[in-house]
């Protein structure tokens, strides 16, 4: 079945790589704002963000679930592959990774740019 004459919805949206980054303060974050509001300032102005630390190790469990609570519905993490999913599924062992990336109720991407 051909696709012509069919209309297609694409989301957009942006972002940035992150969202803690103390030489942010200042620039664009007020420059008296505690490295704990970071993220409840950043969803104030986008509802996306990569998450690339994930690449190297899987944050804990109870990290993705503070996340969720501090943005709201339908916020996005874009979350880097971690490096040891990576080397499963390239490498198609019988192996799963021990902690899961997703953050219930929350859009969850996976990014593959390395």
């Known amino acids: 079945m051909s696709d012509a004459g069919r209309s297609r919805h694409y989301e957009l949206r942006i972002g940035t790589s992150g969202w803690h980054y103390k030489h942010w303060l200042g620039p664009f974050y007020p420059a008296d704002l505690p490295v704990s509001e970071m993220l409840s300032f950043y969803q104030q102005h986008f509802d996306t963000v990569e998450v690339n630390n994930t690449f190297y190790h899987l944050p804990l469990e109870g ?52």
């Open 63 to 114: 990290t993705f679930e503070n996340w969720h609570r501090k943005t709201p519905p339908g916020f996005c993490f874009a979350v880097e592959n971690a490096l040891q999913l990576r080397k499963w599924v390239r490498g198609n062992e019988e192996v799963v990774p021990e902690k899961s990336a997703w953050i219930p109720g929350s859009t969850i991407r996976h990014s593959s740019s390395r």
